[in-house]
């Protein structure tokens, strides 16, 4: 048995050798930048409505297509570049207010329709 003292480094005469692990569901072709950018992209087009957004969309006859969604997305994706928090989007007839942060579309309107035309809780506003 080795005599150790306290405050003495011990340095063990071999180590264990280690043997990489591979991960299941993890092609290792696969560049690890090429998987982040998929990540990435993944959470980034996720993009939801509250259940008051939905509804609103269905009581006004608000259809927005897959052409509507993806312009949504990049005005969101604008926003959070600028470090927006609530956005007032304005897109075509239409206005929305999104959560940036939770890429939560919050309710939506028709832009002609809005009371007064006063938006309040936002800071920031795209033009989509």
Do not use: C, W
């Not at 939801?48 to 969309?57: G, P």
């Not at 005005?75 to 007032?88: D, H, I, R, T």
Request: hydrophobic share 40%; charged share 25%; glycine share 4%.
């Amino acid at each position: 048995m080795n005599n150790l003292k306290a405050g003495q480094i011990y340095y063990p005469s071999s180590l264990p050798s280690a043997h990489p692990v591979k991960k299941k569901g993890i092609d290792s072709s696969q560049s690890f930048e090429k998987i982040l950018h998929q990540k990435l992209d993944e959470t980034a087009q996720k993009l939801t409505f509250s259940n008051h957004a939905l509804n609103r969309l269905q009581n006004r006859g608000i259809t927005l297509d897959a052409e509507d969604l993806s312009r949504l997305n990049g005005a969101v994706q604008k926003a959070e570049e600028k470090g927006a928090k609530e956005s007032l989007i304005l897109m075509k007839d239409f206005a929305f207010i999104v959560s940036i942060k939770n890429k939560k579309v919050i309710t939506a309107m028709e832009s002609n329709s809005s009371e007064m035309n006063v938006f309040t809780n936002i800071d920031s506003a795209v033009i989509a």
